[in-house]
């Protein structure tokens, strides 16, 4: 099947939209064109080497057919790239209880006291007295979004 004033078959013009679609996937992960991508490819490559897919009957079983295994190999294909760990989430709640380490010296009156929890800095307070740089404290509670500490000692 040839378009009448374009010069390219419709073979050709599937796998260039699949191809575009996979571009799309590339730079926009999650939008999900794999499946008909790699349908629209398949089905041009099917008719550039002769198989009639614009039949009704053919065209249908096969379409329908090559869809159903895109989709398959797709979701496999994805489950087995996606790493199986869970996302990493902190809240402040979760802090209670954990060691940092003084960055921005700490006092009871002002938020301006920074700690290092992990890799993750968090402004912070103290309970009582400062606490200056380098000094090793432990999380009692959270307010907001600061924590407040205590000097270990």
Do not use: C
Not at 63 to 91: D, K, Q
Not at 123 to 151: F, M, N, Q, Y
């Amino acid at each position: 099947m040839v378009l009448p004033d374009v010069g390219i078959s419709f073979g050709w013009l599937l796998i260039i939209g699949g191809a575009l679609l996979l571009l799309v996937e590339v730079y926009s992960p999650g939008f999900f064109v794999t499946v008909p991508a790699t349908v629209m490819i398949i089905l041009g490559v099917l008719q550039l080497v002769g198989v009639d897919i614009s039949n009704p009957w053919m065209g249908g079983i096969i379409g329908i057919t090559t869809a159903i295994l895109a989709a398959v190999a797709t979701v496999y294909l994805y489950g087995r790239i996606t790493p199986n760990e869970s996302p990493t989430t902190i809240s402040r709640d979760s802090l209670v209880g954990k060691e940092g380490i003084v960055k921005v010296a700490v006092n009871a009156t002002t938020l301006s006291g920074k700690v290092l929890i992990g890799t993750t800095e968090w402004s912070a307070r103290s309970t009582g007295l400062a606490i200056p740089e380098e000094r090793k404290v432990k999380i009692v509670d959270s307010e907001g979004v600061h924590i407040i500490v205590e000097e270990v000692k």
